[in-house]
């Protein structure tokens, strides 16, 4: 009896270039590895500005990966309403580890939210739902 291999998960877009705004360095790491796993390049900003820099000298960026609690004077929400403003056809997903009063303003924002910790699948539904809500050109 031939034992099937288990399937990954397919990539949703292969090929997409993300933009990963996360300040702990090691989730920063493991997102990047699931990215790259599914067929992603992957470009990463420790904070907002950082971030907002990079997507400005890389229009080629087609997904924003960002956490929600980051450091400096904007959060991660701030973040994609600046660069949703700037690029409304940008697809962006928000990601949290915290509960509560920090995430009401997530919970408000009108992009997919990934819980933290959250696995491969998880992340390529939620990168989808991306896709799927984000503004058309």
Same mark, same amino acid.
């Not at 660069?83 to 992009?111: C, F, V």
């Given at each position: +009896?031939?034992?099937?291999?288990?399937? *990954?998960?397919?990539?949703?877009?292969?090929?997409?270039?993300?933009?990963?705004?996360?300040? !702990?360095?090691? @989730?920063? !790491?493991?997102?990047?590895?699931?990215? +790259?796993?599914?067929?992603? &390049?992957?470009? %990463?900003?420790?904070?907002?500005?950082? *971030?907002?820099?990079?997507?400005?000298?890389?229009?080629?960026?087609?997904?924003? @990966?960002? =956490? @929600?609690?980051?450091?400096? =004077?904007?959060?991660?929400?701030?973040?994609? *309403?600046?660069?949703?403003?700037?690029?409304?056809?940008?697809?962006?997903?928000?990601?949290?580890? $915290?509960?509560?009063?920090?995430?009401?303003?997530?919970?408000?924002?009108?992009?997919?939210?990934?819980?933290?910790? $959250?696995?491969? &699948?998880?992340?390529?539904?939620? +990168?989808?739902?991306?896709?799927?809500? %984000? %503004?058309?050109?």
């Amino acid at each position: +009896i031939l034992q099937e291999a288990p399937v *990954a998960p397919p990539a949703p877009r292969p090929g997409v270039s993300v933009l990963l705004a996360e300040d !702990d360095a090691e @989730v920063g !790491d493991l997102v990047e590895a699931m990215l +790259i796993e599914l067929g992603h &390049d992957v470009r %990463r900003a420790g904070d907002a500005d950082e *971030a907002l820099e990079l997507d400005r000298a890389h229009p080629e960026l087609g997904l924003l @990966v960002t =956490d @929600v609690m980051m450091p400096g =004077d904007k959060s991660g929400v701030d973040l994609a *309403a600046i660069l949703s403003a700037e690029r409304p056809e940008l697809p962006i997903l928000l990601s949290s580890g $915290y509960t509560g009063q920090e995430l009401a303003e997530a919970r408000a924002a009108p992009w997919p939210l990934l819980r933290k910790p $959250y696995a491969l &699948d998880a992340l390529v539904r939620a +990168i989808d739902q991306a896709f799927e809500t %984000r %503004r058309p050109h």
